[in-house]
């Protein structure tokens, strides 16, 4: 049963067009992350969720809007994607502030 | 400048050999580190995380911390084919909004059957 799930694992899509990226987690953990990797494998922290409450909001265009309908998932909707939108996008979640982050296994965004 | 630097090799070794990956940072109010090993098309996976200066050890890998220097480093002793991965050091705040961790390049290493 995996820890931290997300869907889909692969997206390929338009220019333009508007996708969402879901989450879920089964470790009960309070906070939840969604962070950007891009080609060179460098991880940047987008936004995070605390019992779905908004408590980091990094410098991220607003054409992607995160919403946490409960404690268990987050979810990622990015409006008129744009090439340089093209990366592997994870979930992390973690217990408290001062423990580690457990991550899924990405979902990689293309855009054609 | 980056908050965390780390070299991104890539690293070549044969099997057997030990292998030491480092990470220096700028920001003196990080107080929690953390080793991560990806392997391709998967998500980060948790090796070592340590909150003090000094040495942990688990197994074959040895996360060492020298706040003064600012600079982490992670040893992984015996090295085997399967340890052929991405390391990423990362680093946090802690506190509710300090959470956020802040991440290295990540290191390619290979490891020569």
């Known amino acids: 049963d995996t820890a931290v799930s997300q869907t889909p694992k692969y997206l390929v899509t338009q220019m333009g067009n508007d996708k969402s990226i879901k989450c879920e987690q089964n470790?009960?953990?309070?906070?939840m992350y969604w962070y950007k990797q891009d080609s060179k494998k460098f991880l940047k922290i987008m936004f995070s969720y605390n019992n779905k409450e908004l408590i980091i909001n990094e410098t991220v265009p607003n054409r992607f809007s995160p919403k946490s309908p409960d404690k268990a998932h987050l979810n990622l909707h990015i409006n008129s994607l744009e090439l340089g939108d093209s990366a592997v996008y994870f979930c992390?979640?973690?217990?408290?502030?001062?423990?580690?982050?457990?991550f899924g296994d990405g979902t990689r965004l293309s855009i054609l | 400048q980056k908050e965390v630097e780390q070299d991104p090799g890539p690293l070549s070794v044969p099997e057997g050999a030990i292998v030491s990956l480092n990470c220096t940072y700028s920001?003196?109010?990080?107080?929690?580190f953390m080793w991560y090993r990806q392997y391709s098309r998967k998500g980060p996976e948790l090796l070592m995380y340590?909150?003090?200066?000094g040495n942990k050890e688990d197994g074959r890998f040895t996360a060492q911390v020298d706040k003064s220097s600012k600079y982490i480093s992670l040893f992984i002793r015996d090295s085997q084919p399967s340890d052929s991965a991405t390391y990423l050091c990362?680093?946090?705040?802690?506190?509710?909004?300090?959470?956020?961790?802040?991440f290295g390049e990540g290191t390619q290493l290979t490891v020569n059957p």
């Open positions: 992390a979640t973690g217990n408290r502030a001062d423990q580690p982050q457990h």
């Open positions: 920001n003196s109010a990080f107080q929690y």
């Open positions: 990362a680093m946090s705040r802690g506190g509710t909004s300090g959470s956020r961790l802040t």
């Open positions: 340590t909150y003090s200066s």
């Open positions: 470790l009960g953990h309070d906070t």
